[in-house]
């Protein structure tokens, strides 16, 4: 099977307004960040999909999670990022995240500034003259059902 057809086997395990708002998400970050590696883990809380510059997970800029109620843009290393509108959620060392309300809050200028200023400090960069790749890197035998209880 397609790395493609697993994904939309995984997306399908969610209610269609789960996968349809990770689906326009995926759509938007595609567009933003051409060249980019996507890592597709589907583990036991969540479906994560990474966005980087190679196979590295440890490279990773950004991740959309799908979880029963709601999708989140994770910015992985978004602790150092600057948020004066204070959009992003989480205490961790190392990542901050926000949920979408829509794919189109990915439009939203505040949004479009972390996600550049994301890129702007990436270790690596993601090189947007080479080919994007889809790989599915783990599907966790034991998963918590997708769906709100």
Do not use: C
């Amino acid at each position: 099977m397609s790395p493609e057809a697993q994904l939309a086997g995984f997306l399908a395990k969610y209610t269609p307004e789960i996968a349809e708002l990770a689906e326009g998400a995926l759509a938007k970050m595609r567009s933003y960040l051409p060249g980019a590696t996507e890592l597709v883990y589907d583990n036991y809380n969540a479906l994560a999909i990474g966005f980087g510059p190679s196979e590295r997970a440890s490279e990773a800029i950004f991740s959309i999670a799908l979880y029963p109620r709601w999708v989140s843009l994770f910015f992985l290393h978004g602790a150092g990022l600057p948020d004066p509108d204070r959009l992003l959620q989480g205490t961790g060392t190392a990542a901050r995240h926000m949920i979408l309300k829509s794919p189109d809050t990915l439009d939203e200028p505040g949004v479009q500034v972390l996600i550049e200023h994301a890129l702007l400090s990436a270790a690596v960069p993601i090189d947007p003259t080479r080919p994007g790749q889809l790989l599915i890197k783990s599907v966790s035998a034991n998963q918590r059902s997708r769906r709100p209880a």
